[in-house]
């Protein structure tokens, strides 16, 4: 009588391998092949180190957000002074729309974050305002013995 052949360790893996594939096996209207057990986990989680590497990122933005945040209040306080001013200007003595006087910001020579300001209006006290949220404004205010100038800042 014959002994059967004895079969190698890959073998055995091999054969594992292919009956867990063939389990995960689906048809191509998107239902579990006939025979085949549905995976447990349908959904994929995002792996832990997109994670950890997307966290890190957020933590180093807040980092230099914080580090860079007086300086950067500053720069809009000058830059809002500066824009209150030539939109006061702009909207009482040249008598001019503030979508006008808005568009010589765009062209005023106010690099980086001071370039960003935006403009507002109060007609009743006529005086512009110009700032960026949470970061700071300046107001100027018209009057027709001094013409525009810039309200006293806070320190």
């Known amino acids: 009588m014959a002994t059967p052949p004895k ?4 073998d055995k893996l091999r054969q594992a391998w292919q009956k867990r594939q063939a ?3 689906r048809a191509p209207d998107g239902q579990a092949a ?7 986990h349908a959904a994929r989680q995002p792996s832990r180190w997109l994670r950890n590497l997307v966290l890190l990122a957020l933590l180093v933005g ?6 860079q945040w007086a300086d950067l209040q500053e720069r809009t306080r000058i830059g ?7 939109g006061c200007v702009c909207r009482h003595v040249s008598q001019r729309d503030l979508k006008s006087c808005e ?4 062209v005023a020579p106010l690099g980086g974050i001071a370039g960003r ?3 507002s209006e109060d007609t009743e006290t006529r005086s512009v305002s110009a700032g960026l949220p949470l970061l700071g404004y300046q107001s ?9 100038r810039l309200e006293p800042w806070d320190e």
């Open 7 to 10: 079969s190698a360790a890959g």
């Open 23 to 25: 389990s995960h096996v």
């Open 34 to 40: 006939a025979g085949a057990a549905s995976p447990r």
């Open 62 to 67: 807040a980092g230099l957000l914080a580090w």
């Open 80 to 86: 809002g002074a500066y824009a209150a001013r030539l």
């Open 103 to 106: 568009a010589d910001l765009a």
């Open 117 to 119: 300001v935006w403009l």
């Open 140 to 148: 100027a205010h018209y009057d027709s013995l001094h013409g525009c």
